[in-house]
């Protein structure tokens, strides 16, 4: 396109995929739970969780979103500190959170291997009151280890000068 703000090396980014694995453990849902103070003993109790429904501990609800993005040191991170997942070579330099859909199809229990496939699934502009803003659209997939469905993620980022 004549006069298009996206550079084509960001235009050929939409479409790929990175797929990484992440073993849960009963210490990471205990710690994501104590994060956002869900106190149901289901999260922490083994004993009592084995008498639920679950019959097991279970993460919360958007558990999966703390294992979205890849944990790496911040020397590794892009200059405007946003995740290696949302890097594009846009000219911009700050990131912020802009929508999120998400949806779940079951909880994540302590032991699944949680396999997560990012993918750029579009990249558009849009002006803003201070300049022109970049939409960063990423699609985030949550499967276990027999492939099924765990939770899924669309989210738009705004990135600007």
Known sequence: MMNDPIPESAR????????????VTRRDI??????IGAMDRVHYDEQYARTTRHGCIVAPPLFCQ???????????????GSPLELFVPIPAQRAVGGSSEYTIH????AGDVITV????????????????LYMVVVETVFEDADGAPVAAETA?????V
Do not use: N, W
């Open 12 to 23: 050929a980014m939409i479409g790929k995929k990175k797929t990484r694995h992440c073993e």
């Open 30 to 35: 205990r710690r994501f739970a104590q994060a």
């Open 66 to 80: 703390s294992l979205t993005y890849e944990d790496v040191p911040p020397s590794q991170l892009p200059a405007d």
């Open 106 to 109: 079951r909880l994540v229990r």
């Open 117 to 132: 496939t990012s993918q750029l699934k579009d990249l558009y502009t849009r002006q803003g009151k201070t300049g022109l």
């Open 156 to 160: 738009t980022y705004i990135k600007r």
